[in-house]
């Protein structure tokens, strides 16, 4: 007979997220996550793999979770630049905010952290890189449509320099106790819209 799992493996895994998030993946042992979430080794092994497969579907909730409410927000209809503005502001407030900027974001932790020798988590850090540029440039393109955005822009251009803006802020406000730092760079970066 089947034994039925004895743990909610979707809390589980909000739980292994939460870890590895404040912790980064080399420093997780799979003793820390077994004691952190509370289940078996056996149990945690066949629920999610490995703790690099663990790590990786929960680096893909992180993602789920984290992407979509800039999605909407920069595909609303009426100005897109506001939006645009708006969450440059937000990722620097972020970045700066005193609980949330020793966090950082999982998906630039994983960037610096794996991103160089794990082709796994490199190929899920560039998706993730590539829907918010895609996202970022849609919002500039109908920005130029719309007349905000001078013609001689290039909306691709200025998405990408707005991807890299974005990791860069969280990177320095992870590490920087100057909070001025990461605003001025994200403010001066919005001229570039003007």
């Known amino acids: 007979m089947a034994r039925t799992k004895e743990f909610d493996p979707e809390a589980a895994l909000q739980a292994a997220l939460e870890l590895f998030w404040r912790r980064g993946y080399e420093a997780t042992s799979m003793s820390d996550l077994v004691e952190h979430l ?9 629920t999610f793999g490995n703790k690099h497969e ?28 506001p939006a645009v ?13 005193a609980q949330l900027r020793l966090s ?12 160089p020798h794990d082709p796994a988590a490199a190929r899920h850090v560039e998706r993730n890189w590539d829907q ?8 500039l393109v109908r920005a130029q ?7 001689e822009r290039d909306p691709l251009t200025l998405a990408r ?10 990177v320095v406000g992870k590490a ?4 001025a730092r990461v605003r001025d760079a994200a403010e001066q970066a919005l001229t570039l819209l003007d």
């Open 38 to 46: 509370g289940i078996g080794r056996a149990s945690l092994y066949a």
């Open 161 to 170: 320099m707005l991807l890299v803006l974005l990791q860069g802020l969280r």
């Open 54 to 81: 663990l790590y990786l579907k929960a680096l893909e909730r992180y993602d789920r979770a984290g992407l979509p409410p800039i999605l909407r927000e920069l595909s609303q209809p009426g100005p897109a630049l």
């Open 145 to 151: 449509a719309q007349g905000e955005l001078p013609a």
């Open 176 to 179: 920087s106790a100057d909070p």
């Open 132 to 139: 918010l540029e895609t996202v970022l440039h849609s919002a």
């Open 104 to 115: 950082g974001c999982m998906i630039t932790n994983t960037a610096a952290e794996l991103g």
């Open 85 to 97: 503005r708006s969450v440059v502001r937000r990722y620097a407030a972020e970045a700066t905010d």
